[in-house]
């Protein structure tokens, strides 16, 4: 573990060029100014250490550090086999590639996850320091505070009713989805609602090959998400421990809420990407259950692998990257300070 992360923190923390924010936050920390004053508070301390200083590139080196940190700390403590959670953490789009896009909310996502560590050992004090940490790193993990009443009570679901309500949310979003009016309802609602707040300040990122639209991998996570609950249900059936089928119905009670939010809001791609993930993060945990279960691993592993290739072939477009494939290749690295 100790290996994986320094890998990790090397390939991320030295990164130069890789990501839609990398070169805006370049050009905040070299202007400085209101660009700096207008983010939050934690955020805002760091990118003025680093304006100070002239070390634009520790920026990187210091969220690539935390955000590594808190995952590989909340994988050790809490996953069944730390290595499979390592595995699911690079695979799935949403956690590593992710976070080396959305800087400041894949951290807060990343204190929120290791926040619940500390939930299940009713250790409250660090657990709220996380949670107001997330916070003060990025107004959007204002979401995190729905997961606080799942983590302390370990809230679960049987599969009957963690099934109704993701075949009623996908349903929903998908017809929602299919009538452009519609949608233009819905999204008009948002924008002028209080929530258009937690997401103002994000960039519209176009990773299809159209340019736009709600992306095709939450269609892959919805795979997971059926086979995962019933996995669920197996074990529970089998009665195969039941401390282990207790969290293990949880984690995939958690998942599934994401998932289901996910689709529920499709119909704006960045609320349902942020409101989601605190949810869906709990896929690191889930997957290490597959262990003996070879049917459901070879489905699950192939999902993610395919889902990890495809987010490095795909078309996208940013102003930053013009004549690019994505914002991840070609990868370069910057030791220079």
Not at 120 to 149: E, R
């Amino acid at each position: 573990m100790y290996l994986l992360f320094l890998i990790f923190f090397v390939f991320c923390g030295f990164r130069y060029g890789v990501g839609w924010d990398y070169f805006n936050y370049c050009e905040t920390l070299e202007l400085g100014g209101w660009r700096i004053e207008k983010s939050e508070f934690l955020i805002r301390q760091l990118e003025l250490f680093c304006d100070k200083h002239g070390f634009v590139q520790f920026f990187f080196v210091a969220t690539s550090f935390f955000t590594l940190l808190f995952y590989f700390w909340a994988i050790s403590k809490e996953s069944m086999n730390p290595g499979v959670s390592v595995f699911v953490f690079l695979t799935v789009p949403f956690l590593f590639f992710h976070s080396l896009t959305t800087i400041r909310f894949s951290l807060a996502v990343s204190m929120v996850f290791l926040a619940c560590h500390f939930a299940y050992k009713k250790q409250y004090i660090p657990y709220l320091a996380l949670l107001v940490a997330s916070v003060l790193t990025h107004q959007a993990a204002l979401f995190g505070v729905l997961t606080i009443p799942f983590v302390l009570k370990k809230i679960r679901f049987g599969f009957s009713l963690n099934m109704s309500i993701f075949i009623v949310c996908f349903v929903f979003g998908v017809v929602i989805g299919s009538f452009s009016f519609i949608s233009s309802v819905f999204n008009v609602l948002f924008d002028n609602s209080f929530l258009s707040e937690f997401v103002s300040d994000a960039e519209t990122y176009m990773t299809d090959k159209e340019g736009a639209g709600f992306s095709r991998t939450p269609y892959l996570y919805a795979i997971v998400n059926v086979v995962n609950l019933f996995t669920m249900k197996k074990k529970a059936k089998n009665n195969d421990g039941l401390e282990q089928n207790n969290m293990l119905e949880h984690y995939v009670t958690m998942f599934n809420i994401g998932c289901s939010m996910m689709f529920l809001f499709s119909f704006h791609g960045t609320f349902a990407s942020r409101l989601s993930q605190f949810f869906m993060v709990y896929i690191l945990l889930i997957v290490p259950y597959y262990k003996k279960l070879s049917v459901q691993q070879i489905i699950v592993y192939s999902v993610f692998l395919f889902a990890f290739f495809y987010q490095l072939t795909i078309m996208a477009y940013h102003p930053d990257f013009v004549g690019r494939l994505n914002c991840w290749l070609p990868y370069r690295m910057n030791l220079s300070f």
